[in-house]
């Protein structure tokens, strides 16, 4: 065996630079999520379909060249792709991208205006739902006690009546429109919302971190609001978009009972409604409305299990 | 037991007071009275009518009045059917009831054997066929669901065989029962086979069954007495409000599919502002749900002695 001699090897000196310096770059855990939640493919997909229908909502009813309340009477019904001929689009080359309903009104602009009333209900309501059901279970997780009791069983008897009878009964004696459906979704839409943030605070509150707040003398809503909160943050993200196909599915059925947006407006659960009239002749007046309602639930569906996956590994099957 | 049943039973009595409160109060503060287009009807006559169904009374006393007379199961009578609304619940609700009955068991049952069979056969194109009912299930709203149903297992079907194999309108026939059930049922079909797959997998990787496998146990044995039995347990907590799903779902399916329903009348007296109509139906359906939910809370209680402890 070779002997090594000392003189072979050179000692350089410390370098504690180096030595404690960090590998890799350091990641909070928001960054880590999106991480493995952009690497999750269908999620990925899911999220793109949703930037997609937002952005075709709001820019499509702009540049398309028909209002969206614009009837052409010389083609009701059109099939998908039909050049218009009609008032000031003759010649211009105009087309039907959806085709016409039985009015004549152009179904591409009222698909994607129906998109933005349908999105934004949807959209806030969950933001409202967001705020309603944190703040209440927030305070009936943290202060515990009597507090707690009264609250939950405030809870839970709402909870067993159905929800949809009780949006039917707000919106028959609420002035139809937009904001009604929201405020009528959102009065009993935060309660699952509040009882998650209740359990989260539960269970976070028993930890070190909360006892030094405390301890350091800080008031009860900066303990929520700094403290619990932004640790109940992951799960809520992913109640809320779980929470907005529920209220698409809501905003739709309602419209089928006749209790949805007034005319002249329209959402897909309207547009729906109205397909399903004359689906029978004329299918893609139900097909398209219907594959946005679903599409859309179905990607907020998605992107709320991919989220979960990347906020909490642990939970995936 | 019996201080759980006993709790359980007072938040039902409060949820269904609660809920005719809420009913009652609403219905006063609608815009409009049913009388508001009856230009023949003026004066004394008007006064007469008014005093016939207890509108000349004071709010207050006719919520308790309102409140006696749903506790003995009178719910009023309709003012467009001139009926009373107890009777017109009672010969429709069999008809929803029916459907109902249908579309859940078709929902509980496939539901239940699609996800154990995706569990078992994680990975085979029978996971894959659960998966993809599952999307389909929480991304297409029932009643968009019954239309397609009528237009592509109706109609195209028709076109495709000669002969209408599922019919697409009315009640009756067996076979008129088949597309309006499927059509309910989905939605909650998807949420039972998921929920029965994970469950499932959950128990199939537990150490009992390894011993059960270890001792020699069949395949079949080992599913049928040790993982089902256990796996269905998380399933049963959301019968409940699957009950609650299927039966608003039958609101809109019925009108779709022309059913002379309970739904039909609900959204039908919501277009007629016909007060008591609707005031009843919702009184109806909210304590029959609260009853399901309170039947299935029980059931479970019993089936699963842990959840007494927290009672």
């Known amino acids: 065996m070779e002997h090594i001699g000392r003189e072979r090897f050179e000692y350089i000196g410390e370098n504690a630079k180096e030595r404690e310096a960090i590998s890799r770059p350091s990641l909070t855990f928001m960054q880590d999520a999106m991480r493995r939640l952009v690497k999750n493919k269908v999620a990925l997909v899911c999220g793109v379909i949703l930037v997609l229908m937002i952005i075709a909502s709001i820019a499509a009813p702009m540049i398309c060249p028909f209002d969206f309340r614009e009837q052409h009477y010389g083609h009701t019904n059109a099939p998908m792709m039909t050049v218009c001929d009609q008032q000031d689009s003759a010649g211009a080359g105009h087309v039907h991208i959806f085709g016409t309903d039985t009015l004549g009104r152009d179904m591409f602009s009222r698909v994607w205006m129906g998109g933005r009333v349908s999105l934004t209900i949807a959209i806030v309501s969950a933001i409202i739902d967001f705020f309603l059901g944190v703040l209440y279970g927030g305070i009936s997780g943290y202060f515990g006690g009597t507090t707690d009791i009264i609250m939950m069983r405030i809870l839970e008897i709402i909870n067993g009546i159905p929800y949809l009878i009780i949006v039917i009964l707000l919106m028959m004696i609420l002035t139809p429109g937009m904001g009604t459906i929201i405020v009528a979704y959102s009065l009993v839409g935060w309660i699952p919302m509040a009882r998650l943030v209740r359990g989260q605070v539960v269970a976070l509150k028993e930890q070190e971190f909360i006892s030094a707040a405390e301890a350091l003398g800080a008031k009860p809503s900066r303990i929520i609001i700094k403290h619990l909160l932004p640790n109940t943050l992951s799960v809520v993200i992913v109640r809320i978009t779980l929470s907005i196909p529920s209220a698409i599915f809501s905003e739709a059925y309602l419209s089928y009972v006749g209790l949805g947006v007034p005319l002249p407006m329209c959402s897909w659960g309207s547009l729906a409604q109205a397909g399903i009239e004359n689906f029978r002749v004329y299918p893609s007046q139900l097909m398209i409305p219907a594959i946005c309602i679903s599409l859309t639930m179905l990607a907020f569906n998605m992107l709320g299990d991919g989220m979960r996956d990347a906020f909490d590994p642990k939970l995936r099957r | ?311």
């Not at chain 2, 709790?7 to 009275?33: C, E, N, Q, S």
């Not at chain 2, 078709?106 to 056969?121: E, R, S, T, W």
């Not at chain 2, 005031?279 to 309170?294: D, E, H, N, Q, R």
Request: contains cysteine; aromatic residues 10%.
């Open chain 2, 1 to 311: 037991m019996l201080k759980y049943t006993l709790k359980r039973l007072g938040y039902a009595v409060l949820t269904l007071l609660v809920l005719i409160t809420l009913t009652f109060f609403m219905m006063r503060m609608l815009p409009g009275d049913p009388f508001l287009g009856d230009k023949t009807v003026t004066g004394a006559a008007l006064e007469n009518m008014k005093a016939k169904y207890g509108l000349d009374k004071p709010v207050i006393v006719q919520y308790f009045i309102y409140l006696g007379n749903c506790v003995r199961g009178d719910l009023g009578t309709s003012i467009t059917y001139n009926k009373d609304v107890m009777d017109i619940i009672s010969e429709a609700f069999l008809v929803s009831a029916d459907l109902g009955i249908r579309a859940l068991i078709f929902a509980v049952i496939a539901g239940i054997l699609l996800g154990m069979v995706a569990a078992v056969k994680r990975g085979s194109a029978w996971d894959s066929l659960s998966m993809f009912i599952a999307m389909i299930g929480v991304s297409v709203p029932s009643f968009i669901m019954g239309a397609l149903f009528q237009y592509f297992l109706g109609l195209q079907l028709r076109k495709l065989l000669g002969f209408a194999l599922f019919p697409i309108q009315g009640w009756g026939d067996f076979s008129k029962t088949i597309l309006p059930s499927f059509a309910l049922g989905l939605g909650s079909l998807a949420t039972v086979s998921r929920l029965m797959r994970t469950s499932m997998l959950d128990v199939l990787n537990q150490d009992y069954i390894k011993t059960a496998k270890a001792k020699g146990l069949s395949q079949t044995k080992i599913i049928i007495r040790h993982t089902v039995r256990n796996a269905i347990m998380p399933v049963l907590t959301i019968l409940g409000p699957t009950v609650a799903s299927v039966l608003t779902g039958t609101f809109v399916i019925e009108s779709i599919f022309n059913i002379p329903g309970l739904g039909k009348y609900f959204v039908m007296s919501i277009k007629d502002l016909d007060y008591t109509m609707i005031s009843g139906t919702t009184v109806f359906y909210g304590a029959l749900l609260i009853l399901c939910t309170l039947v299935v809370d029980l059931l479970y209680g019993f089936i699963d002695p842990r959840v007494k402890l927290e009672g």
